[in-house]
């Protein structure tokens, strides 16, 4: 099945630094990806998406950038502020299932 | 427009009890998908609803059941309640059938004693 997994469990930045958040994913099939941002208390909330006919996906402030060889995405967010703080996920479509990475805190400081 | 509601938002329940929970979707959405959120296991799909039925299914006992009204709205039920059900019960709803564009609710805690 399909495994999904963060490269780090947390991501310290300083505010107004760009922040790099990184997933990877095994299943070379899937043609989905969706970054989630949950804050503390709150459900997850969507923040950008791409299909695998993309490898770049521009939102506001946000990019997505997924690299199908080597089953790699990647969140960017541009200029950090302290209201990014949240655990970030990653989720992969998996026969129109979303598997969820384990998500990265961000810690933003100033 | 209103966003995904559930309720309710905090539940405390003793073992072998059962639970009902309540999502509303957004206005126009037709799809609803259940997930468990827990420190050990993280985000679970339980399963999707659309359009009354169910469509796909997560790895989760039988105790686990869900259903979907005409109105889109959506209950899960889960039955012989275990501590390990202890978790944020999330549901997240889109437009059509599958995992496109879900956006999620606040969750309902559900606290096993």
């Known amino acids: 099945g399909e495994s999904v997994g963060l490269h780090l469990p947390t991501l310290s930045v300083q505010e107004g630094d760009n922040s790099i958040i990184n997933c990877a994913y095994s299943n070379s099939a899937s043609d989905y990806f969706i970054w989630y941002k949950q804050e503390s208390g709150k459900g997850p909330q969507f923040i950008i998406d791409i299909r695998s006919n993309m490898d770049k996906r521009q939102g506001q402030r946000v990019t997505v950038l997924l690299n199908k060889t080597v089953k790699h995405l990647s969140l960017q967010i541009a200029a950090t502020q302290p209201g990014d703080s949240a655990v970030y996920f990653c989720a992969v479509d998996n026969t129109d299932k979303l598997i969820f990475g384990t998500g990265t805190r961000l810690q933003v400081f100033p | 427009k209103a966003g995904v509601t559930q309720t309710p938002r905090y539940l405390i329940k003793t073992r072998g009890q059962q639970v009902t929970l309540s999502c509303s979707p957004i206005s126009g959405h037709r799809s609803v998908s259940w997930y468990q959120q827990t420190p050990g296991q993280g985000l679970q799909f339980l399963f999707e609803?659309?359009?009354?039925?169910?469509?796909n299914k997560g790895n989760f006992p039988g105790r686990f059941s869900g259903r979907q009204f005409s109105n889109s709205r959506s209950e899960m039920n889960v039955s012989t309640l275990e501590l390990g059900d202890s978790a944020l019960y999330l549901c997240?709803?889109?437009?059509?059938?599958?995992?496109?564009?879900?956006?999620f609710g606040p969750g309902t805690r559900l606290t096993v004693t």
């Open positions: 997240a709803s889109s437009i059509g059938q599958g995992s496109y564009e879900q956006y």
């Open positions: 609803y659309f359009s009354e039925t169910q469509r």
